[in-house]
């Protein structure tokens, strides 16, 4: 495939070694010092552009490659406000847009351990829960994207809590979701459950940013060709 990289941050060069390693050429490369300058005839062989950009930037990103009729992969966060806009503009013009907010294929697992744990505790009102995730200091967005998903499927599945608030949860209706910058930290995300008694927590943590961008290149294999939007369900068949 020929791949036009959006974002060419830490996340945009991991993208790209994996990228070249699997066979694939980088025809492109796009961020904040270029992209004003970008032309059609820049983008007429892209076959695919993978998008890891900044909450600002993201919504724009993605509705150049509608333009253009370029499938695109994105993994930027933070920019959510806009996202039933995209799926149906992607959906009316017969677009291809894949999206997720973490691309590992381990942290996919664990929304589906986390969706499934919730259902048991639903029955289990003596346990409250909270959401806590840990990154990297250059983060942009807290919550973390992947923290968020995680906490809307605690809210689908536990009908004792209607909303959730950052760092603490004013009243027993609310799940707290804690944020913390550390270092280089890549992802940690624990959903804990706990009583007067006891507590149970599950928990990933990953170890680099190559589970990530693997995912993203796995992702932009599996649209080619396609038309419509596309999710980590979809491709992982979970």
């Known amino acids: ?3 036009a990289i959006i974002g060419y941050g830490k996340m945009g060069k991991e993208i790209e070694q994996v ?3 699997r066979g694939h050429e980088i025809l492109l490369k796009l961020d904040v010092s270029n992209i004003r300058n970008v032309k059609k005839e ?4 892209i076959d ?3 998008e890891f950009s900044n909450p600002e930037s993201a919504f724009s990103n993605i509705n150049l490659c509608f333009d253009h009729n370029i499938p695109i992969v994105s993994g930027t966060t933070g920019w959510l406000d806009k996202f039933n806009e995209t799926v149906q503009r992607c959906k009316r013009e017969q677009k291809t847009f894949f999206y997720a907010s973490n691309y590992s294929i381990g942290v996919n697992l664990f929304f589906k351990l986390n969706s499934y744990l919730a259902k048991m505790m639903n029955k289990f009102s003596a346990y409250d829960v909270h959401v806590e995730e840990t990154h990297h200091t250059q983060k942009l967005d807290a919550p973390s994207g992947t923290a968020i998903t995680l906490t809307e499927e605690l809210l689908n599945s ?3 809590k209607k909303n959730w608030e950052k760092e603490a949860a004013s ?3 609310s799940i707290a979701v804690m944020s913390f910058r550390e270092g280089k930290v890549p992802g940690n995300h624990k959903v804990t459950y706990e009583s007067s008694f006891d507590k149970l927590m599950i928990e990933h943590n990953a170890k680099s940013r190559k589970g990530f961008a693997l995912g993203a290149v796995l ?6 060709g396609k038309t419509g939007y596309f999710s980590m369900n979809d491709m992982l068949k979970i």
């Open 219 to 224: 992702a932009a294999e599996f649209i080619v």
């Open 1 to 3: 495939m020929k791949i």
């Open 48 to 50: 695919v552009a993978v």
């Open 19 to 21: 990228a070249l390693d």
């Open 158 to 160: 536990l009908d004792r």
């Open 42 to 45: 820049d983008l007429q062989d």
């Open 171 to 173: 009243n027993s209706d």
